[in-house]
């Protein structure tokens, strides 16, 4: 379904060729041509048409049909904008969507991944060959704070999160300022800093797994670790943060003063670009990179930035295979000089 056929134009000398040929090509719903050789419809002298037929719909039950899309590009939602497209992408707006769109997909054995916001994607020219869901909607982001506990979506901004607890005068997640992405993404790494991660103030969260069931983590269920948990399930819909009373006056100062420290140490977001590498515990992947003479370095349309060593910049005409070929390269130059194994902060597709 997803191809280009090609038909000749050979035909177009005879009526009879001619009606027969638009009646073929009428007959195909949806589906965009393109000339690729040959001039104007009144020559007889034969060219090729291109017909591209998109993907069905199909599989998707009717009710649910309408959150769906087909051959959709992905590379404009991830900071890097390298990437081809979705077979299938899904914009559910409740959560009894998102369920059933999962379930679809499981019976009809259609891979699925989840895209947020896109920060630490690479994905290849070929796209993905199964379905990509954004829960970006604002059913996925809400957020209910109850005494000292907050309940947060899955697709809520992890930034909006710390601006809402911080004014609302509870410490606990302040210092994750600066982390882009969102509240999900963050859990499912255990994003943090040197004074703290996420999972430490996770008391409980509500995943969906890959056949469309939710379940419940808590207690002895959850499990983090340095850039790792246990919430390893398809999409994680909510969770519960447990925080402490603080004064919000001192916690804005404190998440301002982080603020510009972070920024400090960050490109500004005026190009294309995405960090390169997970800091390892005992020192910064910067400070590694310099060490072995690499800062600014680069392959084809990507380059490490000159300013900040661990971030990737992605000029026009970049590819994935540039940014994986600079990336190793960065690696084994570490690992050959320091002993160090850097772990790459790209989730490839």
């Known amino acids: 379904m997803n191809q280009w056929h090609r038909k000749s134009f050979r035909e177009y000398r005879s009526k009879r060729g001619k009606s027969k040929f638009l009646a073929s090509a009428l007959s195909l719903r949806g589906v965009v041509g393109k000339c690729v050789a040959g001039d104007n419809l009144g020559n007889s002298r034969p060219f090729i048409v291109e017909l591209k037929m998109p993907s069905s719909i199909d599989p998707f039950p009717k009710k649910i049909q309408h959150i769906v899309r087909t051959n959709e590009p992905l590379g404009p939602m991830t900071w890097l904008g390298i990437g081809g497209p979705a077979k299938y992408f899904a914009?559910?707006?409740?959560?009894?969507?998102?369920?059933?769109?999962?379930?679809?997909?499981?019976?009809?054995?259609?891979?699925?991944?989840?895209?947020?916001?896109?920060?630490?994607?690479?994905?290849?020219?070929?796209?993905?060959?199964?379905?990509?869901?954004?829960?970006?909607?604002?059913?996925?982001?809400?957020?209910?704070?109850?005494?000292?506990?907050?309940?947060?979506?899955?697709?809520a901004k992890l930034s909006h999160l710390i601006t809402h607890t911080v004014g609302a005068g509870l410490a606990g997640l302040e210092h994750l300022v600066g982390i882009p992405g969102t509240v999900g993404g963050a859990l499912h790494g255990n994003s943090g800093t040197l004074n703290g991660d996420i999972g430490q103030r996770v008391c409980s969260a509500r995943l969906l797994r890959q056949d469309g069931e939710i379940e419940v983590y808590e207690g002895s269920r959850l499990h983090f670790s340095t850039r790792k948990s246990s919430l390893d399930q398809l999409v994680i819909l909510d969770c519960e943060f447990d925080l402490e009373n603080s004064d919000s006056a001192i916690l804005t100062n404190r998440m301002q003063s982080l603020w510009i420290v972070k920024r400090a140490n960050q490109p500004s977001r005026t190009y294309a670009g995405a960090m390169a590498f997970v800091d390892p515990l005992t020192t910064s992947a910067a400070e590694l990179i310099e060490q072995v003479g690499l800062r600014g370095a680069a392959e084809g349309s990507v380059q490490?930035?000159?300013?900040?060593?661990?971030?990737?910049?992605?000029?026009?005409?970049?590819?994935?295979?540039?940014?994986?070929?600079?990336?190793?390269?960065?690696?084994?130059?570490?690992?050959?000089?320091?002993?160090?194994?850097?772990?790459?902060?790209?989730k490839v597709w």
């Open 91 to 155: 914009e559910p707006t409740s959560e009894a969507e998102l369920c059933g769109f999962v379930k679809s997909c499981h019976e009809n054995k259609i891979p699925v991944r989840i895209i947020g916001g896109g920060s630490n994607l690479l994905i290849r020219e070929a796209g993905f060959d199964g379905a990509v869901v954004s829960i970006s909607a604002s059913s996925f982001a809400k957020m209910e704070i109850q005494g000292t506990r907050v309940r947060c979506g899955g697709g």
């Open 304 to 346: 490490l930035s000159s300013a900040y060593a661990n971030f990737l910049i992605a000029g026009p005409g970049a590819t994935s295979d540039q940014v994986l070929a600079l990336t190793d390269r960065v690696r084994n130059a570490v690992y050959r000089q320091t002993g160090v194994q850097l772990q790459l902060h790209l």
